[in-house]
């Protein structure tokens, strides 16, 4: 493979039969120039990127290092999940590392208001996020606060193969995070995010929500609905009060049979 263009040390674009490339490797560039051949030993990843133009003015306005660290994180996670991402991660999660670390670098922190749910929703991307965090550390001296983990995740969640785009992984996650909120002001209570009531009530709402999406609605027996109605009513009031909040804001039909399913769980976080 001859190199067409040379985008930094680690990256160049080359002609693979008749096709551009994209190669990936440590130091691969290192004393090379267009037309050279590539050490294939050297070449870690080989992708096909649609977006090369914009790849390219990105690593143009970012630093090499930048780069490399969005590389070892995409590596470790690919590793971890055991399943190639979507090329275009090379993008988006550079682009987004790169404008983070500049960002904390001044003293600007931002919140991730759906930290608590992305927790729980995308708990093996975000375990990659905490370790992305402490290796970004580790290479640049840069502490990055918790939130940057769960924006990671979201970006690695969004990358595996038919999980859908980050605008649908955001509003998904959104919904359920208001879910959560207003279960929390009816009750007025706080919520203990460790706790393993709150995480089943999380992990239902995802599935809830997909299983509306797709027309697939939990079925509970009308007796069995009315029984639990009676026995805690004010779990059940809970409930419907989510409803009605899906319905105005989001235009969201939560049936009668999922209410069932969600007011057992708003009962059990509510005795905790």
Not at 26 to 45: L, R, S, T
């Amino acid at each position: 493979m001859k190199i067409k263009k040379i985008l930094n040390n680690n990256a160049v674009i080359v002609a693979d039969q008749s096709e551009e490339k994209i190669a990936i490797g440590a130091g691969i560039a290192f004393q090379k120039k267009k037309n050279d051949i590539i050490n294939p030993n050297k070449i870690e990843k080989l992708f096909v990127l649609r977006e090369n133009e914009k790849f390219q003015q990105l690593l143009l306005k970012i630093p090499e290092e930048h780069f490399a660290l969005s590389e070892d994180i995409i590596s470790h996670a690919e590793e971890s999940l055991g399943a190639k991402l979507n090329d275009h991660i090379h993008i988006s999660l550079t682009d987004h590392l790169s404008f983070a670390i500049e960002r904390i670098r001044d003293g600007i922190i931002l919140k991730n208001k759906l930290l608590p749910e992305i927790k729980i929703l995308y708990k093996q991307e975000f375990e990659i996020g905490l370790w992305a965090i402490k290796h970004i550390e580790k290479k640049t001296d840069i502490k990055m606060p918790i939130d940057e983990a769960a924006y990671i995740a979201l970006h690695i969640h969004t990358a595996k193969l038919q999980s859908g785009d980050m605008k649908h992984t955001l509003r998904q996650t959104a919904i359920i995070g208001e879910m959560v909120q207003t279960i929390k002001d009816f009750l007025k209570i706080e919520i203990d995010e460790d706790d393993f009531s709150y995480q089943r009530l999380v992990t239902h709402l995802r599935f809830a929500i997909s299983r509306i999406s797709n027309g697939e609605p939990h079925i509970m027996d009308g007796e069995m609905i009315a029984m639990i109605q009676k026995k805690f009513p004010t779990s059940y009031k809970c409930a419907a009060t989510v409803a009605s909040h899906l319905a105005q804001h989001f235009s969201i039909s939560l049936p009668h049979h999922e209410l069932g399913y969600i007011t057992l769980h708003i009962e059990r976080l509510r005795k905790r």
